[in-house]
């Protein structure tokens, strides 16, 4: 799955890379519906471009990569799709573990735990563990995840400082609203690809993305090539990323 080598795509190999990259994978269940497949099927064939867009992370020397796997408001879609979807989720985990450690990936999720299947959690909170040493890549999940819902605990965690007289409202600033997100330690995404067409962000990262390069395909994400994310890579390197300022 993620044999790491050390060779570049055609000598390719940008010169200007993101070092955190974040990904909206939309577009599994229209691509099954367009094959005249359950949705199920669409999101089991999406789970080969993840190895693929692993695999060229590691190569380009990308350090973060964090995929938006399923958001606060998925739970409106039908049961069965969410029963499956959380089965793979497990699946995938159990399945990929053995290559995950051998390759130095770090597994990291993010988002709310506690609505999800205990037998999912679990498996979640072991492959953290067994992962967290590794250094190669850091794999992090967004998983029952939505930013207004990450923002507003932010906020209650602060409100509580400040009524316990830990804190003043004159002290909160962005840089303790960072310590507080679910992405306390990590820079924020130098570029965000969506898949599938959309061209919104879907309640994802919404503080961390503020100055983040977008970049959008109407690729659905089974189908999201090698050959697109090159382009997406070179597409940001020749931006000119000025965050308010002048160049």
């Known amino acids: 799955m993620l044999k790491h080598r050390k060779d570049n795509i055609n000598n390719k190999i940008s010169k200007v890379i993101p070092n955190h990259l974040a990904i909206i994978m939309d577009g599994n269940g229209r691509w099954a519906e367009e094959n005249n497949l359950p949705r199920y099927a669409g999101h089991k064939a999406g789970v080969k471009t993840v190895r693929m867009v692993i695999t060229e992370s590691i190569r380009v020397g990308i350090g973060i990569l964090t995929l938006y796997a399923f958001s606060t408001e998925n739970w409106k879609r039908p049961k069965q799709e969410i029963s499956s979807l959380m089965g793979l989720f497990e699946e995938i985990i159990e399945k990929e573990k053995e290559e995950l450690l051998e390759n130095k990936i770090r597994i990291r ?102 100055y983040t390069e977008l970049w959008f395909t109407k690729t659905f994400w089974p189908d999201f090539s090698k050959k697109q994310l090159w382009k997406a890579l070179t597409d940001y390197e020749k931006r000119v990323r000025k965050f308010g300022g002048k160049v």
């Open 109 to 210: 999720f993010m988002g709310h735990r506690e609505e999800l299947p205990l037998s999912l959690r679990l498996a979640m909170e072991n492959i953290e563990e067994e992962t967290k040493l590794n250094n190669l890549l850091l794999l992090n999940i967004a998983l029952n995840y939505g930013g207004r819902s990450e923002l507003c605990h932010v906020f209650r965690l602060l409100s509580e400082e400040i009524v316990q007289g830990h804190i003043e409202p004159s002290q909160i600033t962005q840089e303790l609203i960072n310590k507080n997100l679910l992405t306390s330690g990590l820079p924020d995404p130098d570029l965000l690809i969506r898949t599938g067409g959309e061209l919104r962000i879907s309640n994802f990262l919404l503080w961390q993305i503020a």
